[in-house]
């Protein structure tokens, strides 16, 4: 046997037993082994990660790893989606582990949804580096844009590397995220220091920065760098905005200095245009840092600054007229540049530092003129109180009856303006004072009907120059402060006296018959007021010689009578009414009868003259009250007036009737239902005058009248009481003409209530005037030809 031969057996001989001595191998099918790995992960035993498709499983380091990889292979920059989809892992999963990474190596960071490693950061660093060497200047806007990345981290990024990877730049003190290289502020500061050396005249700077084609910012920093270092000769004003910002060489600044300076000795004033004209933005800050050391000599103005010399010239203009007891006209002493506000400044400054009107006493017409009080009195004189001219004139106005319709009218405008100040504090709302205005309307039969007091609208002076020009009739009435005075001196009076004395004449006035104009409508008041002194002692001499006293006595006493037996039947009607509604009509009723019988009761004790209706305010009536020679009962009426007892004021009413010689007759029954029955006839008189449009007066007509036939009693209630009265009727009325009449209150209530401009606002207002309109007549008839059977 060979010797290969044997080496086959020996071979056989031990595989042989091998085979003898191994037991048999046990394999795992594949569904066993995922039964296996779930239960471990079940039990938390391993940490193991499905792929997307759930064919694989990982583990938590294998993931890391894998991702790392990724990351280089990215040259150390990947977005974590990407990373998702390239390792077939859930995203959230791929999340988590960066963070891991990112915790566990500070070489890893997480920015914007990306995985960035520092190799990249350093690249970043060195292509920074590489632009700025190109450009000579980056911002962190144009590295965000091209780099896709926030501005923070590049400015960190960039900061972090300063002298290291990025060398010779320098970051913007102003601005942070402004970065430039050394060079390049050189290379620039050369182009802009020869370009401000070429200057020789104020440039804007905007036009510098385009003509030398550099960066805003940096040039800020050059020019400034430029300035602070003395390597040019000039300097910058307005700073703060870059349109006006100038750049003013010094040299022209020395000039400039030097003309101002000869132009205010010499002119002894400085304009504060022309300053800005020669590029000063701030006159008056310039001023007062250049004169500073003869600043207390300097009077600043509205348009200008003057010195000391100017204002003593006016001064000893000052002091000549109160000598010579004349005026003085500012516009001829001031520059020729001053406008009326600085004149009206100089005269301030005189009055406030200088105590010119303190020791003169001067007078200011038309915000220019300065008028002593010499003057004035030379004005006054001929129309004083003792003068002839004036007692004639007076005498003239009193003997026409001029100065006794002046009495009635000023009477009358006084109360209408206590009325309507009242109302206006009175009234509750908007809406119920809109109510009040529409309805209001003056009606007759006694004090039934509703009245409208309108608030007086008095003119003011005028002492704005520019409203000097208006029309000479506007200014005649207004220097009779309106038409309620009595012109007993008027403009033409004055014109006269100054033309024939000549006082004007001497006088270089800029506009003279303004000043005529001004001075009159100071005076005449003043004057008026004096010859109404006048006017009243001469009325009250002939008052004393009227035969007529028994006439106006028999009047006064009809009328009081009238009111007074109006005043006891209506306080028996709001007797049947509940006491709530009772206390208000009682208040109503002190307030309108009664208040207009102390009136006509107050004229006559205090005047001995007889008005049907005096119109007189609380203030005028208290003045007259105290002209009376026994104030006390009266006084006591009109306290009893706020006390809101009717039965109290009629008794004491009887008191004050005692006094003045008055006879009271007992009111019997016949005379009682003449009395309800002419007060019928006055209202449906009235309601068949009343227009068809006037639907608020119509109703409130309508329910006096009714509730007269019905109860056989007079009412005094304003419209505000409608509805409590129609409440009140209601027992009395059919329900159809109850439900009528509520409806047309309703609807009148409603047209009160439409704010102006709303949408759809016009339309439905016409509606319900159409509606009213249809059923004003209805409403007349009724109360007109109503008969009352004792029931409903």
Not at 279 to 307: R, T
Request: glycine share 4%; net charge negative; charged share 30%.
């Amino acid at each position: 046997m060979s010797k290969l031969d044997w080496d086959d057996v020996k071979q056989l001989a031990a595989d042989f037993q091998r085979a003898q001595l191994n037991t048999s191998l046990q394999k795992l099918s594949e569904r066993n082994v995922i039964e296996i790995v779930t239960k471990l992960i079940e039990k938390k035993l391993i940490t193991l990660y499905y792929t997307n498709d759930g064919k694989e499983y990982i583990t938590p380091g294998q993931l890391r790893q894998e991702i790392i990889d990724e990351t280089y292979l990215a040259k150390g920059r990947i977005n974590l989606v990407d990373l998702a989809n390239i390792l077939n892992i859930n995203h959230s999963i791929v999340q988590a582990q960066c963070n891991e990474i990112q915790k566990a190596d500070k070489d890893y960071q997480i920015i914007l949804g990306q995985l960035i490693h520092t190799d990249y950061v350093r690249n970043v660093a060195v292509e920074i580096n590489e632009t700025l060497a190109k450009s000579g200047s980056v911002t962190i806007g144009e590295l965000t844009k091209t780099y896709n990345l926030p501005g923070d981290f590049l400015l960190a990024t960039i900061e972090s590397n300063l002298n290291t990877i990025i060398k010779n730049v320098t970051q913007d003190k102003t601005d942070s995220r402004l970065f430039y290289t050394d060079s390049f502020i050189s290379r620039n500061k050369a182009v802009v220091r020869g370009a401000l050396l070429a200057i020789n005249k104020p440039t804007q700077l905007i036009h510098i920065v385009k003509l030398v084609n550099v960066d805003l910012n940096v040039f800020n920093i050059l020019i400034d760098q430029l300035i602070n270092d003395k390597q040019i000769g000039g300097q910058l004003s307005n700073r703060s905005s870059l349109n006006s910002c100038m750049y003013i060489p010094h040299h022209y600044i020395k000039e400039q200095n030097e003309y101002i300076e000869n132009f205010f000795k010499v002119n002894s004033y400085l304009e504060y245009d022309n300053l800005k004209r020669y590029n000063i933005s701030e006159p008056i800050l310039f001023i007062k840092k250049h004169f500073a050391s003869s600043l207390d000599s300097i009077v600043f103005l509205n348009s200008c600054c003057v010195n000391e010399l100017i204002v003593e010239q006016i001064l000893s203009n000052v002091e000549e007229i109160v000598e010579t007891d004349s005026l003085l006209d500012m516009s001829n002493v001031v520059p020729t540049i001053c406008n009326d506000q600085d004149i009206a400044d100089v005269i301030e400054h005189l009055f406030k530092h200088r105590n010119v009107n303190k020791e003169n006493n001067l007078s200011v017409f038309l915000n220019s003129v300065l008028v002593s009080d010499g003057f004035l009195n030379k004005l006054k004189k001929p129309f004083g109180k003792e003068s002839e001219s004036m007692k004639e004139k007076c005498d003239a106005l009193v003997k026409s009856g001029e100065y006794l319709k002046f009495l009635m009218k000023n009477s009358k405008k006084e109360t209408l303006d206590d009325a309507g100040e009242k109302l206006e504090k009175s009234s509750g709302n908007k809406k119920e004072e809109r109510r009040k205005k529409a309805t209001s309307g003056k009606t007759g039969g006694g004090a039934q009907g509703r009245e409208t007091k309108m608030k007086s609208v008095k003119n003011k002076m005028r002492n704005n120059k520019k409203e000097i020009d208006e029309s000479d009739d506007e200014n005649e009435n207004e220097a009779n402060s309106g038409d309620d005075k009595l012109k007993v001196i008027g403009k033409e009076d004055i014109k006269a006296f100054i033309e024939k004395e000549n006082l004007l004449a001497e006088l270089d006035l800029v506009e003279p018959e303004e000043f005529v104009d001004e001075l009159c409508k100071t005076l005449l008041p003043e004057l008026n007021k004096v010859g109404l002194q006048v006017c009243a002692e001469l009325y009250e001499s002939s008052l004393q010689n009227n035969s007529d006293k028994r006439k106006v006595f028999t009047q006064f006493e009809t009328k009081v009578l009238s009111l007074y037996y109006d005043l006891i039947l209506y306080s028996k009607t709001v007797k049947l009414f509940d006491s709530e509604l009772k206390s208000q009509l009682n208040k109503h009723l002190l307030k309108t009868l009664a208040n207009e019988t102390i009136k006509i009761i107050v004229v006559y004790m205090a005047k001995n003259e007889f008005e049907e209706s005096p119109e007189l305010s609380l203030d005028a009536r208290t003045k007259l009250i105290g002209q009376i020679n026994n104030p006390d009962i009266v006084k006591k009426l009109n306290t009893l007036i706020k006390a809101g007892n009717i039965e109290d004021f009629l008794a004491n009413l009887e008191v004050v009737f005692q006094a003045i010689d008055i006879y009271i007759k007992k009111l019997d029954k016949k005379k009682e239902k003449s009395i309800v029955l002419n007060h019928k006839y006055i209202l449906i008189d009235q309601l068949k005058q009343t227009p068809n449009d006037n639907h608020a007066l119509i109703l409130h007509l309508a329910t006096l009248i009714l509730f007269t036939i019905i109860h056989e009693h007079i009412l005094l209630a304003s419209g505000k009481f409608v509805y409590n009265i129609l409440q009140h009727l209601k027992a009395h009325l059919s329900s159809d003409l109850y439900g009528e009449l509520m409806n047309y209150h309703d609807h009148v209530v409603k047209l009160f209530t439409f704010v102006e401009g709303g949408e759809g606002v016009e339309e439905e207002k016409e509606s319900v005037l159409s509606w009213l309109n249809e059923r004003s007549e209805r409403v007349k008839e009724v109360a007109v030809s109503y008969k009352h059977s004792g029931g409903k």
